[in-house]
């Protein structure tokens, strides 16, 4: 991938050039930010760039310059086949595999970043992995991998690569595997770490990257009619409780696999502060519900006198997903404390 290929990021893409043509490649990096806005885009192509053998400089433009995009080593690259770039990303163990490590996915690993042009989510992978229900993880075996491919002989005598994509999946005993190679890395290495988020990541490791930060997207309330319906449905139970009904909506939620039901209580959360946030300035705000008095009168529900508590409510429960909660309770939990809280305005 070349830079050129990239929507925005210009800023940071001139910024990494720069530093590649002044020789001061840093050994260790951390590319922070969604997937979707293209941070694994960026470690790809920046790779691509460090390795061209006839980079391109454009006198004027938006980008100061580019990889060739055409001679062996990007070609390789583009085609993610190149000897010295590995992989190592979460994963689990499914029917054929019973010990997973990034290695026995590594063709489909491949295939799935050419078709999503490296733009495809934790969700999207694990769907073309088919481990919708599980919760992958970068384990001890996959850090022993990385001190051994680091610790090899350059195939093609240049660059070795190393991308770890979701660092932050990383179990404590890979976490403190790989702190050890950041420490001494071998000469003529390069890793990349490529997250959405540093606040899992042991602040030893933090302190040993140099971090690139991804621009993100405007819109962080995304439309998603799906959630919405779902979201909406769920508030209004929230009155009434009536617990029939509550538990049938909540039903519905937990039919969500994990990596879905937190981006839907993540999506639930980025509403609740734009609504606390809009209706605090007085500016409209509406949930698209499609129903007008709903719409209207929810956000004025969110004041400072409850958005605390439904703050920290909804954190909660994301985070008892993620330790693997039975998904029913935790959301019959968060009913209660959210309506205890909606009456608290
Ligand atoms: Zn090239």
Redesign the pocket.
Known sequence: MQFKDIVGQRDVINRLTEIVDSGRVSHAQLFLGPTRDGSLQLALAYL?YLC????VHHADGELRAD?????P??KKIAQLMHPDLHFVFPNATTTSVDKPWSGEFAAEFRQFLLDNRALGTLDDWYAALGIENKQGMIRELDAAHIVADLGLKSYEGGWKMMVVWMPEKMNAAAANELLKTLEEPSAGTVILLVGESDERLLPTIRSRVQTVRVQVGEKRVESNAEFAELMVGWLRLLFKLKMKELSSQVDKMAQLNREQLKQFLQYTLDVMRDCFLKSAAGMPCTLGSGDEKFDAMFPSMITVNNIERINNAINDTMFAIERNAYAKIALMQLSFEMSKALKKR
């Open positions: 691509q061209c053998e006839h980079r990889s060739c995009g055409e001679c080593s990007c």
